[in-house]
């Protein structure tokens, strides 16, 4: 009986529990699932932190290898321009190459001294003080130095090696660069030039002092020994770092960084806590899952709603910003553009009427009075058109210190006349910026749409007030000029004139005029000045005034002058052949041509003698604002026997003091400074006066515009050394210069 009663116990107890376990199923089903969440999130969120960790690591560490290699490489190329400097003039003192070094060493660099060791042997040092043992030292010898000295003289590449222990005294990364010579024929290896970098200086400069990071630095990808490791330790390398690369040509090293601490330092909330948030979650959650997904669905719809509204305004904001300039509020250009495209007239007969406004002197209010001094002179300008727009007329800001104030008219023509002077007068009138006055102006050009025009697409409209702001600019600034066809016309010309010239340096059809230099006591040949024309295939021959802006337009005055010169060297070779003694030949040179990188090679390049060869330079040259390059190209020119004369002089708007800053060999007066000497005798005090001056630096005058034969009698009693003009020889080609001076020798001999 006993035995028999157990299963029914047993099945009753069963039956309760699983009673109760079926009451609670939505708890245990939502325990279930918080703990599978809890132990995800965990993960997910732990993995999540490691990789923004990691990834904060990489950014620093970026930052920092960045840092490293730009400071490496800008002392390399400080090395390599004293190296540079060395090839120049190897036979130079110790004196020679501390200035040379002293110029080139920067005071923001990592380097802290220079050695120049030729023949592997150090012989100059700088600086000097403190670096006396380094003195004598022979790479080839010593043991500690010998290895990259001996691989960058057989690689002939640059090498970077360290730390190294000085013979001076300290550690440091040494950069050895090798040095060559042209003996004539060949580049020879003549040294080392070694150039010193303060450790502790270029760790500083490149964020390693800074930094809350763990790092190492190796010159292998993957160290696996101490002494492959340079900064940090070995041990770095094995906690899972971030790493990063230096690539250089002259080598590599290998970064590997981490926090100090190790990583997982930021996990946030305790994992228990977390849990426990999660759990108590999940099991209230299925209790209140009906309610709270209605309400959420609630909220949601509202937000929903909300959220429309916003990006309803938003883009109506967006749709105005894009429409309106910020700064003053106007329209902008693509506001104009819409309106021209999409014109919507206030009556049938009106016509659009569009006036182009450019400020005159708003570039010195920038220079002058900054850039807000500039933000308060467009905000006035804008206020003020603003001012002058009616109902249906609309002022416009399309960029920089351009505006465009647009109107409508049934009677156009006289409308825009009477706004284009208002809107001149208007911006006339002074404004005051801090407290003082300033006045601007404006240049302004108007178009309007014709009768026969109408309907059409009206962005020609805009080209148009383009071209008349262009002609209002040309003829003086601060006035109205009204579009025209003859304006289009020109326009049309310049464009096509500017398109057959690009042909014309492609087909060769520039030419070579030359005008002889005579010398004033003798009226021998002294020189001769190479002229350019164009031998235009329908128009015949073009004088320079034809041409020259459209070159310089276009950004080929340069190679006009390479053309040119290459055209002038040819005709003195051929001189020289048939006997003809011409002395010299003169050249123009253009700003665009002196600015070229490749100038010097080119030159270097040619089969020039020295002393015949002679750039003129044009005075109307900035020289003030050209001074840097010239200071670098004009010794450099002169190096290679070529002369410089300054041409047009007394025209242009540069010191006599920057003039001869570069000892020109010669100055020409200008014709318009030469012509009235015959009848007025203080222009003849003011060419005296010149020549006095030529005299004093040893500069010889040449008067250009000689038209009689008393201008040249002149010009010799005041002492001028050359002259040139028709009285003595047009502009003429080469052979008609050729048989000129055939005459002329024969003359000679005659009258001998």
């Known amino acids: ?247 250089m040509t002259y080598g590599r090293w290998t970064l590997g960084a981490l926090p100090k601490g190790g990583w997982g330092q930021n996990k946030g909330i305790a994992t228990f806590e977390l849990y426990a948030c999660l759990l108590s979650f999940c099991v209230v959650a299925p209790i209140v899952w009906v309610g709270v997904l209605t309400k959420s669905r609630q909220k ?20 105005y910003l894009s429409l309106h300039d910020a700064l003053t509020g106007l329209p902008n250009r693509r506001f104009v553009d819409q309106m021209i495209s999409q014109p919507s007239r206030p009556g049938p007969e009106d016509c659009l009427i569009l006036i182009h406004i450019d400020l005159d002197r708003f570039k010195e209010i920038n220079d002058t009075k900054g850039h807000a001094g500039g933000d308060a002179v467009l905000q006035t ?85 383009d071209l008349a702001l262009y002609e209002a600019k040309q003829t003086g600034r601060g006035r109205a000029a009204i579009f025209t066809e003859e304006l289009r016309s020109a326009a049309i010309h310049s464009k096509e004139l500017a398109n057959e010239f690009n042909h014309a340096l492609d087909r060769d059809e520039l030419v070579a005029f030359f005008q002889p230099q005579f010398n004033a006591n003798t009226l021998e040949i002294a020189g001769v000045e190479t002229l350019a024309r164009w031998d235009h295939p329908r128009k015949g021959l073009l004088g320079p005034d034809k041409f020259l802006a459209v ?76 001074q840097p390059v010239l200071n670098e190209i004009i010794p450099a020119i002169k190096e290679l026997g070529i002369e410089i004369e300054i041409d047009d002089f007394g025209t242009g708007h540069a010191s006599i003091v920057s003039l001869l800053r570069f000892e020109p060999r010669r100055l020409k007066i200008d014709r318009e400074i030469i012509n009235p000497i015959v009848t007025s005798p203080s222009q003849r005090r003011l060419v005296s006066s010149i020549i006095e001056i030529g005299r004093s630096q040893n500069i010889d005058i040449v008067a250009e515009g000689v038209e009689t034969m008393e201008h040249a009698k002149i010009l010799k009693d005041l002492g001028c050394h050359l002259l040139q003009g028709y009285a003595l020889a047009r502009p003429m080609t080469s052979q008609q210069l050729i048989e000129f001076c055939r005459a002329k020798d024969k003359e000679l001999s005659e009258t001998g």
């Not at 069963?14 to 199923?25: C, E, L, Q, V, Y």
């Not at 960790?53 to 004293?82: C, D, F, H, P």
């Not at 719809?301 to 509204?309: A, T």
């Not at 208007?426 to 407290?435: N, V």
Request: aromatic fraction near 6%; proline fraction near 4%.
């Open 381 to 465: 300008t804008a206020s003020r058109l603003a001012n002058l727009a009616g109902p249906n007329d609309v002022a416009a800001r399309i960029g920089g210190d351009e505006f465009i104030f647009a109107s409508w008219s049934n009677t156009p023509e006289s409308k825009a006349n009477t706004l284009a002077q208002q809107i001149v007068a208007t911006l006339e009138q002074p404004l005051f910026i801090d407290g003082s006055e300033c006045v601007v102006g404006a240049s302004v050009g108007v178009a309007w749409e014709t009768e026969c025009a109408r309907g059409r697409d009206l962005s020609q409209l805009l080209l148009n007030a």
């Open 551 to 626: 070159a310089e337009n276009l950004g080929r005055s340069g190679d006009m002058d390479r053309l040119i010169l290459q055209k002038a060297l040819f005709e003195l070779t051929r001189w020289d052949s048939l006997g003809m003694h011409i002395p010299r030949v003169s050249v123009n040179i253009s700003a665009r041509r002196l600015a070229q990188t490749n100038l010097l090679a080119e030159l270097a390049a040619l089969p020039l003698a020295r002393g015949r060869l002679c750039f003129e330079l044009l005075e109307t040259i900035s020289f003030d604002d050209f």
């Open 1 to 247: 009986m006993k035995f028999r009663r157990k299963p029914k116990i047993l099945g009753g107890f069963a039956s309760s529990a699983i009673g109760h376990t079926s009451a609670f199923a939505p708890a245990i089903f939502a325990a279930t699932i918080a703990v599978i969440v809890v132990y995800v999130a965990t993960n997910w969120r732990l993995e999540r932190s490691l990789a923004n960790e990691r990834a904060i690591v990489a950014g620093e560490l970026a930052t920092i290898s960045s840092r490293l290699q730009t400071n490496l490489n800008s002392n390399v190329k400080l090395l390599q321009g004293l190296a540079a400097g060395i090839a120049v003039n190897p036979k130079m003192e110790q004196d020679a190459f501390s200035k040379l070094a002293a110029q080139i060493l920067q005071p923001d660099s990592q380097l802290r001294s220079f050695a120049a060791a030729p023949g592997m042997v150090v012989k100059w040092v700088y600086p000097e003080k403190g670096n006396e043992k380094a003195v004598g030292l022979d790479y080839r010898t010593n043991e500690k130095q010998r290895d990259s000295a001996m691989l960058a003289r057989n690689t002939h590449n640059i090498v970077l090696t360290g730390p190294v222990e000085l013979v001076q005294g300290g550690t440091a990364f040494l950069v050895r660069c090798p040095v060559y010579v042209n003996d004539g024929t060949s580049q020879v290896f003549w040294g080392l030039l070694s150039g010193v970098v303060d450790i502790p200086r270029l760790y500083q400069d490149s964020g390693l002092g800074s930094t809350d990071l763990e790092i190492a630095i190796s010159t292998v990808p993957e160290p696996s020994l101490t002494k492959q490791v340079f900064l940090g330790g070995l041990e770095t390398f094995s906690k899972r770092p971030v790493v990063a690369s230096v690539d």
């Open 300 to 319: 949601t719809i509202e937000k929903l709603r909300l959220h429309k509204k916003k990006l309803v305004r938003a883009r109506q904001r967006l749709e």
